[in-house]
């Protein structure tokens, strides 16, 4: 999915870029940027600069790299919870970080994993032994026994200490607090509460627990003693009502089962939560079957192995047959459901009608989003109603604004990382040049997708769905 751009010295001098300035909404003439170290050093450097070697970016765009700020980037594709499933796992991890690199998304919010097991990868990643994007993790949920994700359980020692667990049950303020702080010390750098008390079907009853208010607002008060923002998972207009009494940052998804109030929206201004909505997860749901063919396109075969791959197919090739085998503990209310789905548009139209801060996540690895859809998921803010500078923000700077890295990532500026990307094309006037990434850079490497344009996994549809 990627080549390695093979370079001798310390310096790089791309040139002959137009730069995108997320931060003053402009584009630049024609200018040459400097790197070295990993380090963006200059952004109007001389074309005679010494000792270096060169990129040409051939008159195009160099912009920050993208930020996914909701990613399950270390996913199998298996839509139920199972034991050790052999060494294709960890290739199809491999393939998970590349093909998201290869579409110029240079930094990912996890928001599940086993912290060991993730903190092996960043290592890996981080010696050049893998190719995969910067993570920000937060381990395991913290939840109750049977609570949200319920589809997924603690694991049993020793596998849990040589991993870590994928979720973590509490019952006491107590316990919050240690565990809050366990996962620090781990190497967490956010943490996230799962938090809803319906089960996939929606049935009323067929509710299911959540943690107490007492261990809720321990868990927000000692994440940010240790500098923790607070993310919570949740689908249901019933749980955001309880949700906001509490001290939280980031509410992950939007209400599904109606369209958010006006007094929601205002006191989600008032606490100053960022909202990640994350409608490519809430669409490919609601028309999963509309990427078979995609799932049987070459691209496919690249990006998954053949277990995940086969298992996919399947799914989207029986996702209307309602009478087949039963999803709903999989997917349940969401599966097929356009009508609700254009309720979760309005409700992320009056969001940014109304300022609230939103941030670009896809859901990737939760079995119906994919590497490389943050740019779709771009378009998706746009329609919105998200200016197109805006949606771009909301996957560089003001995600990294939101991860507190706004002073490595997201901007192209002297002394921020070097994780940039060049696209062919004018973002400010045409988001799909986001899909045409030519050039990346990442930890002082740089790599050319071997493809021209990122997956069209909508192939003979609309990307984006207004029914």
């Known amino acids: 999915m990627l080549t390695k751009v093979e370079t001798s010295k310390e310096k790089i001098l791309v040139k ?17 940027v400097l790197c070295g170290g990993g380090v963006i050093r200059d952004v109007a450097a001389d074309i005679n600069t010494p000792d270096c070697d060169i990129i040409d970016g051939e008159g195009r765009t160099l912009m920050p790299g993208l930020i996914d700020c909701h990613a399950h980037i270390l996913s199998p594709f298996l839509s139920e919870q199972k034991g050790f499933l052999g060494a294709w796992t960890f290739r199809q991890m491999k393939k998970n970080l590349e093909a998201t690199l290869s579409c110029g998304v240079v930094c990912v919010r996890d928001m599940l994993s086993t912290i060991r ?10 010696d050049g032994e893998w190719i995969g994007p910067t993570i920000f993790a937060s381990g395991a949920v913290l939840s109750c026994s049977d609570g949200y994700p319920e589809f997924i359980n603690p694991l049993y020692f020793p596998l849990s200490a040589a991993i870590g667990q994928p979720k973590v049950n509490i019952t006491t303020p107590k316990q919050a607090r240690a565990v809050v702080r366990r996962l620090k010390e781990l190497g967490a750098d956010h943490i ?21 208010d007492f261990v809720f607002d321990s868990i927000c008060k000692t994440a940010h003693e240790h500098f923790l923002k607070v993310a919570v998972h949740h689908n249901w207009s019933e749980d955001l009502v309880r949700i906001l009494r509490h001290d939280i940052d ?28 994350t409608l490519t ?23 998954f192995e053949e277990k995940p791959l086969k298992h996919l197919t399947w799914i989207a090739e029986t996702w209307l047959n309602f009478k087949g085998e039963s999803y709903d503990k999989a997917f349940g209310f ?20 109304a300022g609230v801060p939103i941030c670009a996540g896809t859901d990737l690895g939760a079995v119906c989003a994919f590497p490389g859809e943050l740019p779709d998921e771009i378009k998706r803010l746009h329609n919105a109603g ?14 990294a604004r939101m991860l507190r890295v706004e002073d490595r990532l997201g901007s192209v500026e002297p002394g921020r990382n070097s994780d940039i990307i060049i696209v062919d094309g004018n973002p400010l006037e045409d988001l799909n040049a986001l899909r045409r990434v030519r050039i990346v850079g990442k930890n002082g490497s740089w790599f050319k997708p071997n493809h021209p344009e990122a997956p069209d996994f909508w192939l003979g549809h609309e990307t984006v769905f207004n029914g």
């Open 386 to 399: 998200m200016s197109k500078l805006e949606a771009i923000r909301a996957a560089t700077i003001n995600a």
């Open 250 to 277: 980031t509410l992950e998804h939007l209400v599904y089962d109606r369209v958010i109030k006006d007094a929601e929206i205002e006191l989600i201004l008032k606490k100053g939560i960022t909202v990640v909505p």
């Open 192 to 212: 996230k509460i799962g938090f809803t008390s319906y089960t996939r079907e929606f049935d009323a009853h067929k509710r299911m627990p959540t943690i107490t």
């Open 334 to 353: 969401w599966r097929a459901n356009r009508k609700n789905f254009a309720g979760v548009q309005e409700t992320a139209r009056k969001l940014v009608a």
């Open 16 to 32: 002959n870029v137009r730069v995108l300035d997320v931060v003053g909404g402009s584009l630049s003439e024609p200018k040459n």
């Open 281 to 303: 997860i809430s669409e490919g749901m609601a028309r999963f079957e509309e990427k078979l063919d995609f799932l049987k396109s070459e691209r496919a075969a690249e990006m």
């Open 117 to 126: 097991a993730m903190n092996s990868i960043r290592k890996k990643i981080a």
